[in-house]
């Protein structure tokens, strides 16, 4: 049985950044698309960053929501089957529960059709 599992949430004062990480493990096919989202208080839960995890050379590998791209950098690590989510800059409206995600085919610049999920990571951002 497959799993995501995230790590690095925590509480933060505004401006400051966190970087969180995902790793899936024990998946029988690989995933060629891994994300973020995120999910605030009394909100809907919204795509913050996507990420193909194969061989690419088109540099065309990563989407990001409009209200992050600026300031949000999603990556992998070596084995690809990690993904981090390093948020700079952070203000009390990127408060909420970030949620890792992943599917076997991959559309970068969608954020949907993603199936596999995990239990997600609290960020809590202070004025």
């Known amino acids: 049985q497959g799993q995501l599992v995230e790590s690095g949430g925590g509480s933060v004062q505004a401006g400051g950044s966190l970087t969180l990480s995902c790793t899936a493990s024990?998946?029988?096919?690989?995933?060629?698309?891994m994300a973020w989202f995120r999910q605030a208080p009394g909100k809907d839960r919204d795509g913050v960053a996507t990420?193909?995890?194969?061989?690419?050379?088109?540099?065309?590998?990563?989407y990001y929501a409009f209200n992050v791209k600026d300031r949000f950098t999603i990556s992998l690590g070596d084995a690809k089957n990690t993904t981090y989510l390093h948020m700079n800059n952070l203000t009390p409206e990127d408060t909420g529960v970030y949620y890792c995600?992943?599917?076997?085919?991959?559309?970068?610049?969608?954020?949907?059709?993603?199936?596999?999920w995990g239990h997600g990571t609290q960020v809590t951002v202070s004025s």
């Open positions: 995600a992943a599917r076997q085919f991959c559309t970068v610049r969608t954020f949907n059709g993603y199936n596999y």
């Open positions: 024990g998946y029988k096919h690989k995933l060629f698309c």
């Open positions: 990420i193909y995890t194969g061989d690419s050379t088109s540099g065309d590998d990563t």
